[in-house]
């Protein structure tokens, strides 16, 4: 069951801080209870040498919301060709802080600052991405090649 639990800078501080120290350098806060449950609330911490792969969410119920919380973030949305067709610096305070990304839209998204934290929510449950929903021109986490495509994504940044 869900517990009542405050937002604050000392959450923020120990999400980040579990981020930092975790293998991927990012890991996940949960407000839901289960994977099963019909939402998902989340906070994601998230460090700038994390690779999030580009990926969509084909099921109609899975557009999702993400709003900054702490640091700066760098969101790119691809067409299905994997050509960038958009990018935004999302920033805690800033002028944009947030984003939803329908289903069926291939995106990703870099840290541009260390300890950076987005709230997420998305409709659950939760299920791996399927092979479709992964962008084929693009690498894989942890594949040869992942850590060039993440530095090319975040010199798309290195101007703003």
């Known amino acids: 069951m869900s517990k009542f639990e405050i937002i604050d800078q000392v959450l923020l501080q120990r999400a980040a801080e579990a ?3 975790a293998a991927r350098r ?3 806060y949960n407000f839901h209870d289960k994977d099963a449950d019909a ?4 906070l994601n911490a998230v460090e700038p040498d994390s690779y999030i792969p580009p990926h969509c969410h084909l ?3 899975k557009d999702e919301t993400i709003l900054v919380l702490r640091g700066r973030i760098g969101m790119v949305i691809f067409n ?3 050509e960038i067709t958009s990018t935004s610096v999302l920033e805690a305070g800033g002028n944009r802080l947030g984003i939803n990304i329908p289903h069926g ?3 990703t998204l870099v840290a541009l600052e260390p300890g950076s934290v987005f709230f997420e929510a998305k ?3 939760f299920k791996p991405l399927q092979m479709e ?3 084929t021109w693009a690498p894989a986490e942890g594949e040869p090649g992942a850590d060039e495509y993440l530095n090319k994504l975040k010199d798309l940044f290195v101007s703003l």
């Open 26 to 28: 990012r890991k996940n």
């Open 123 to 125: 409709a659950g449950p």
């Open 105 to 107: 839209q291939f995106h």
């Open 39 to 42: 939402c998902h609330r989340l």
């Open 133 to 135: 929903e992964k962008a």
């Open 80 to 82: 299905p060709d994997g």
């Open 59 to 61: 099921d109609a119920s």
């Open 19 to 21: 981020g930092a120290a």
